[in-house]
């Protein structure tokens, strides 16, 4: 039984969460194969808003097992408040959630680097969301970070001393001013642990490997977007992970073959979070507009997004690098009253007009251009069906697909989970 696997095209907040608590009854398990509490999947059903971290989003969903994947890292603390968020939805944790032991561990000196580095940065920070992602991926690439699987061990807590002992010194390097007070900090990891060693640790690429032999239906999440991908992304303007589809490789064990359908996930306009390069940025009303009615604060940070249009050269490239086989369009009610929408088709990079993302996409090399068609007034939010849909979308959706050669199978005309136009 193939994988199949839903990420965001854009730079995040593509509304991933959303889309995977609509498509779980489809499968047996959902599976987030990396990044971290910088993240925030935001769900919302019967009145309910719920932002989820680290928690896959399948985890409303009585058929489903979650699976926190090895690509992913865990701060132990956020898990907590996850897990006391979802107290009262009565959910049977230790089996509906199951933790790979080769998840790493965000230490509480992990965020301070994060902190430090960032201060030390100053103008040119990446504007990160200061959970500790890059320092805890750094030491799992560097060969020293702590993983779920030793706590364990016996000996984890003289192993995260000398880790954070090590961190500590090199907080000091950075030489910036930080406040902050260890020992309080600490407390509250190592209560933190106890609770997270309460949860049921499994060798997670066995575990999905048996899954699928035994024809269970999986589906794997990703967290950020395809140009904060550590490699394929706006570097360095990036978060510190795989991303992309490959990502679901190593962040699950998963065999490149053995995965299905790619769906990739778009608003039909871009936002970015943090600093970086963003050839369609907004800085008038309509940007102004898509901020306000498509209430663009990150979910993590509550920082306003940035807004934009439609940035096809991005979206294509996004497409390529993840082999996407069906598109989901979200949020296409907050674009309903401009008088006209445009879409960015080629950029303008250094005089010569171009439709491949560049090596360089700062202003100063590239200029989007845009194609302009025309707008729509109705309001979506209540529609249920793709025929009900203005003209005007029609012809845009058909437009992006004509472009993109990727069917658009879903589109999303609101926040709650009942908003969703399948076509
Ligand atoms: P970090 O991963 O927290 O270090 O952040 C690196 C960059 O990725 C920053 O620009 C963040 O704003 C951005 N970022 C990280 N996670 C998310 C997310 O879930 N949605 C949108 N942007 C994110």
Redesign the pocket.
């Known amino acids: 039984m193939a994988v199949d696997l839903l990420l965001g095209l854009q730079?995040?907040?593509e509304g991933k969460g959303k889309i995977v608590d609509v498509l779980t009854k489809n499968y047996d398990i959902i599976a987030r194969f990396q990044?971290g509490p910088?993240?925030?999947h935001t769900l919302e059903f019967d009145g309910i808003k719920h932002v989820l971290h680290t928690i896959p989003s399948g985890i409303f969903h009585k058929n489903a097992v979650n699976v926190v994947g090895n690509g992913v890292v865990i701060d132990p603390v956020i898990f907590k408040k996850e897990l006391d968020a979802l107290k009262e939805f009565k959910i049977d944790i230790k089996s509906k959630l199951l933790i790979s032991r080769k998840a790493h561990l965000i230490l509480p000196t992990h965020r301070l680097l994060?902190a430090a580095s960032e201060t030390a940065k100053g103008k040119a920070k990446?504007?990160?969301?200061?959970?500790g992602?890059?320092p805890t991926y750094m030491d799992k690439t560097g060969r020293n970070g702590m993983r779920v699987g030793d706590l364990e061990m016996d000996d984890w807590k003289e192993k995260y001393r000398a880790l954070a002992d090590k961190h500590e010194a090199m907080i000091d390097y950075y030489n910036v001013d930080i406040e902050y007070d260890l020992a309080e900090l600490e407390t509250d990891f190592f209560a933190s642990v106890e609770e997270l060693k309460q949860l049921t640790f499994i060798d997670s690429e066995e575990y999905l490997f048996q899954a699928q032999k035994s024809g269970k239906k999986i589906l794997a999440e990703g967290?950020?977007?395809s140009l904060?991908d550590i490699d394929f992304g706006t570097y360095p303007?990036?978060?510190?992970s795989n991303t992309t589809a490959a990502g679901a490789c190593t962040g699950l064990g998963v065999a490149p073959n053995q995965i299905g359908d790619v769906k990739g996930i778009f608003k039909a306009y871009t936002t970015?979070?943090?600093?970086?390069p963003f050839p369609t940025e907004l800085f008038d009303e309509d940007g102004e507009t898509m901020g306000r009615v498509g209430n663009e604060f990150?979910?993590?940070?509550g920082?306003p997004r940035r807004c934009g249009w439609l940035d096809l050269v991005a979206l294509k490239y996004a497409v390529q690098v993840n082999g996407v086989t069906q598109l989901m369009m979200m949020k296409a009610d907050v674009l309903s009253g401009f008088e006209s929408i445009k879409v960015c088709t080629a950029y303008n990079y250094k005089g010569e007009e171009i439709t491949h993302l560049p090596y360089n996409i700062e202003a100063e090399n590239v200029t989007p251009i845009y194609s302009e068609m025309k707008g729509w007034k109705e309001d979506l939010t209540k529609m249920s069906s793709a025929e009900e849909l203005p003209e005007a979308l029609k012809s845009y959706i058909s437009f992006l697909e004509k472009e993109l050669e990727v069917p658009i199978t879903i589109v999303s005309v609101g926040p709650d989970r009942t908003q969703t136009i399948l076509r």
Do not use: P
């Open positions: 730079w995040g907040d990044g910088n993240a925030g994060d990446i504007g990160s969301t200061l959970k992602i890059g967290a950020q977007g904060l303007f990036v978060t510190s970015r979070v943090g600093s970086g990150g979910a993590t940070t920082r």
